[in-house]
């Protein structure tokens, strides 16, 4: 089962445990014009370089960001990304199934 990482802010947990990942376009995807979906950052390496740069800047200093293990089928269909290769992207709902708390980031 391929692995990656998914990080959120902490208040969005409960749903998604819920109701898991749900593919949707945050407003610098939509200004890019990406699509709705579900971003997975295709390592750990990836995850912390982006959190300590791009990424972390997204989010204010006192929002807590949580981390997500995602294991997914070997079947699961993901994109590639091609303006993005630190990233997979998956147009269908991710279940919760698939999802595993790792802790704060």
Not at 67 to 86: D, G, N, Q, S, Y
Not at 87 to 96: D, N, R
């Amino acid at each position: 089962m391929p692995l990656y990482y998914h990080v959120t802010p902490q208040s969005n947990l409960g749903r998604i445990f819920l109701y898991g990942l749900v593919p949707q376009c945050g407003t610098r995807s939509a200004d890019r014009g990406d699509a709705a979906a579900v971003y997975l950052f295709r390592s750990a390496e990836a995850m912390q370089d982006a959190l300590l740069n791009w990424f972390g800047d997204l989010f204010d200093d006192d929002t807590p960001l949580n981390i997500l293990a995602v294991r997914l089928p070997a079947h699961w269909p993901t994109r590639e990304t091609p303006h993005a290769p630190w990233e997979v992207s998956s147009l269908s709902p991710i279940p919760p199934r698939f999802l595993q708390y790792l802790g704060d980031a």
